[in-house]
């Protein structure tokens, strides 16, 4: 069983950056080398929609392409998300998430309980 920690959320002025975090537990670094890693995020009364994702390639949603950036070190064993040039509509829980597939916007195996990012005009 994988665990996903989130962190880096906050509240931020419009225009400002945030980099999140996500820490994969109880998974061997080769193990995670193998898992494609995805952020969604969830806003106040809307689906959960998908961010970006990364494995051998990345994907992004048209909604933060050119102003996010993810990232990971397997190493570490961790994932980011830069997000530069927030906008209030990113206003979001945003959830880490892991797939034993190469998979592109979903589904996924494990969540993380989801950091909040607030942005305020």
């Known amino acids: 069983q994988v665990q996903l920690v989130e962190s880096g959320g906050g509240l931020v002025p419009a225009g400002d950056s945030l980099r999140l975090s996500c820490a994969a537990s109880?998974?061997?670094?080769?193990?995670?080398?193998?898992?494609?890693m995805g952020w969604l995020r969830q806003a106040p009364g809307k689906e959960r929609e998908f961010v970006a994702r990364?494995?051998?390639?990345?994907l992004y949603a048209d909604s933060v392409k050119g102003r996010f950036t993810i990232s990971r070190d397997n190493a570490k064993k961790t994932v980011y998300l830069e997000m530069n040039s927030l906008k209030p509509e990113d206003t979001a829980v945003y959830y880490c998430?892991?797939?034993?597939?190469?998979?592109?916007?979903?589904?996924?195996?494990?969540w993380g309980q989801g950091t909040q990012v607030t942005v305020s005009s």
């Open positions: 998430a892991a797939s034993h597939d190469l998979v592109t916007t979903g589904p996924w195996d494990y």
């Open positions: 990364i494995r051998w390639g990345i």
């Open positions: 109880a998974a061997a670094v080769s193990t995670f080398s193998s898992y494609t």
